[in-house]
């Protein structure tokens, strides 16, 4: 399905660049100029790739924007002879920073949120950091705890069959389109086609199903709330009104937890604010950042 914001990522110059992290290739990709006084690592979330966050990237045409995807999805390597847990993870995104961009602004999109908040948490260097949909109360005891649940059986089970069919099962395409239908909330029947064509084409790019489960485990035993007394950078949360995920509510109290954190609240939309309002979400991060609109843009 064509981009409703294929016109202005076609403006972005983009390189596609590759570092060696953890005894792993990782894959990320620059865009914008090589001249922005402004440069912001952009971690995904669960089961996608660099690609869901172009969106919002699209609408930041004055920042550099340095996406890698995370090990084991997309275009990076799995981590050898390591668990994909939450402390590999955090682990990882520190050295990608060191060996890539010390000192940038960290973005975490949903399951990136919790990775960026781990590692900001411990001691990466930020001057900066930027949640979108930030998972900040438990998976399991969200408004949709019952669909977590049965994601949690969901994904055990597939761990478990006989690999090509567990492999199968994680990369069912019906499986998918039920997860993209429940995460959507815009009405407009175009973007919803984009949606679901971006969650067909990206959300079984993992590398195997080991690393999947791994990721998933990860994904719904943390959240935001256990790391932001330990984060003393300035903090936006850019959060949604009907977020399945975490609640409005939980996000308000998450943004009492921070030391120093602004909450940013966006009306009708979900966990998918990077793909139904990207211009919002860009716009917050545009005046945390005290970066001008260019003109023409």
Known sequence: ??????????RLPVQRHEVEVRG???????????????????VHGFRGDHHGLEPVLAYLPEVRVIAPDLPGFGESAPLPGRRHDLDQYAGWLEDFVSAVEPGAVILGHSFGSIVTAAAVSR????????????IGAPALEGPKGLMTRLAVFYYALGAR?????????????????????TMAKTKDPALRRFIHDQHDTYFSRFSDRDVLRDAFIASVSHDVREFAPGIDV????????????TPIEAERTLATLFPDATLVEIAEVGHLIHYETPAEAAGAVRRFLRIPVSRGR
């Open 24 to 42: 792993a290739t990782t894959a990320y990709w620059v865009y914008g100029p090589e001249s922005a006084e402004t440069t912001v690592i952009a």
């Open 1 to 10: 399905m064509p981009s409703p914001y294929a016109d202005r990522l076609r």
């Open 234 to 245: 300035p903090t936006l949360l850019v959060a949604a009104e009907r977020d399945d995920i």
């Open 123 to 134: 001691g990466l260097p930020t001057p900066r950091l930027i949640l979108l949909n930030p």
């Open 161 to 181: 069959l006989p690999e090509r069919i567990g492999t199968a099962l994680l990369r069912n395409r019906v499986i998918v389109r039920v997860m993209s239908i």
